[in-house]
């Protein structure tokens, strides 16, 4: 990459999403903070810069077709390109999801942010993704999207789920897609879990710390030119689908 990466992080203002701006920032990177709520973005960003790195707020909700391309424009407006996407952004549908009892309204909210979402940014920002010389982008999943890990026989998946464990299926899906699509391009694009970290998410109850989580994205995001596309990756390996 010539000059300075720009990166852009959605949901980074906390969790995980933080800790990956945090991580790319002390890269050397430049690092778009992408959250909804003004004050917690800025927060964050005033957080990392008082850490060394070179932050800047962007306004962006995925679910807003008007912010998403607000986002963009300002994107162009500070660098005309993008090297780095990190499609963090990402909610439960609201809990329990039990299949035979869960509000279809649950499982709408997951798909729209967790899948329609990183659709919306994704394809708002692949012009400008075009113009980086080592594009890549890293869509975050979970290894509760995995059908594999899930119809394992004694596995332990977490609770059982009809919104948040399916629409990380369908975002590994949708990875695979944009790969096929984009295999004679540079662009790189891969799925990351990062496995089951204390975040506001899931109450805190998680075992791994958010920077833990953080480091599959980093490393993935900066991927040679020769590194794997349409795959999904935790810190020990390929996750299996």
Same mark, same amino acid.
Request: net charge negative; with cysteine.
């Given at each position: 990459?010539?000059?300075?990466?720009?990166?852009?992080?959605?949901?980074?203002?906390?969790?995980?999403?933080?800790?990956?701006?945090?991580?790319?920032?002390?890269?050397?990177?430049?690092?778009?903070?992408?959250?909804?709520?003004?004050?917690?973005?800025?927060?964050?960003?005033?957080?990392?810069?008082?850490?060394?790195?070179?932050?800047?707020?962007? $306004?962006?909700? #995925?679910?807003?077709?008007? *912010? /998403?391309?607000?986002?963009? !424009?300002?994107?162009?407006?500070? %660098? =005309?390109?993008?090297?780095?996407?990190?499609?963090?952004?990402?909610?439960?549908?609201?809990?329990?999801?039990?299949?035979?009892?869960?509000?279809?309204?649950?499982?709408?909210?997951?798909?729209?942010?967790?899948?329609?979402?990183?659709?919306?940014?994704?394809?708002?920002?692949?012009?400008?993704?075009?113009?980086?010389?080592? $594009?890549?982008? #890293?869509?975050?999943?979970? *290894? /509760?999207?995995?059908?594999? !890990?899930?119809?394992?026989?004694? %596995? =332990?998946?977490?609770?059982?789920?009809?919104?948040?464990?399916?629409?990380?299926?369908?975002?590994?899906?949708?990875?695979?897609?944009?790969?096929?699509?984009?295999?004679?391009?540079?662009?790189?694009?891969?799925?990351?879990?990062?496995?089951?970290?204390?975040?506001?998410?899931?109450?805190?109850?998680?075992?791994?710390?958010?920077?833990?989580?953080?480091?599959?994205?980093?490393?993935?995001?900066?991927?040679?030119?020769?590194?794997?596309?349409? %795959?999904?990756?935790?810190?020990?390996?390929?996750?299996?689908?």
């Amino acid at each position: 990459m010539s000059g300075q990466t720009i990166a852009l992080v959605t949901g980074a203002n906390k969790g995980i999403g933080y800790e990956i701006a945090a991580g790319l920032g002390a890269l050397g990177w430049s690092v778009g903070v992408g959250a909804r709520d003004e004050a917690r973005r800025e927060a964050a960003v005033q957080k990392l810069r008082a850490g060394g790195a070179d932050a800047f707020g962007v $306004p962006l909700d #995925v679910t807003d077709d008007a *912010s /998403v391309a607000a986002a963009a !424009r300002l994107l162009e407006e500070r %660098a =005309d390109r993008l090297d780095v996407l990190v499609n963090n952004a990402g909610v439960t549908g609201g809990m329990p999801q039990t299949p035979t009892t869960v509000d279809p309204s649950a499982v709408r909210t997951a798909v729209e942010t967790n899948v329609i979402g990183v659709i919306r940014v994704t394809n708002a920002l692949l012009p400008l993704l075009r113009r980086s010389a080592s $594009p890549r982008i #890293v869509n975050m999943s979970s *290894s /509760v999207g995995s059908l594999t !890990r899930q119809t394992a026989p004694g %596995a =332990d998946t977490g609770p059982i789920s009809a919104a948040y464990a399916p629409s990380k299926t369908f975002l590994n899906a949708l990875t695979v897609q944009y790969a096929k699509e984009l295999r004679d391009t540079n662009i790189l694009i891969n799925a990351a879990c990062p496995g089951y970290c204390a975040t506001d998410l899931n109450g805190f109850r998680g075992v791994r710390t958010p920077e833990q989580g953080a480091a599959i994205a980093i490393r993935l995001a900066s991927l040679p030119d020769d590194g794997p596309t349409g %795959a999904f990756f935790d810190e020990d390996g390929v996750v299996p689908w």
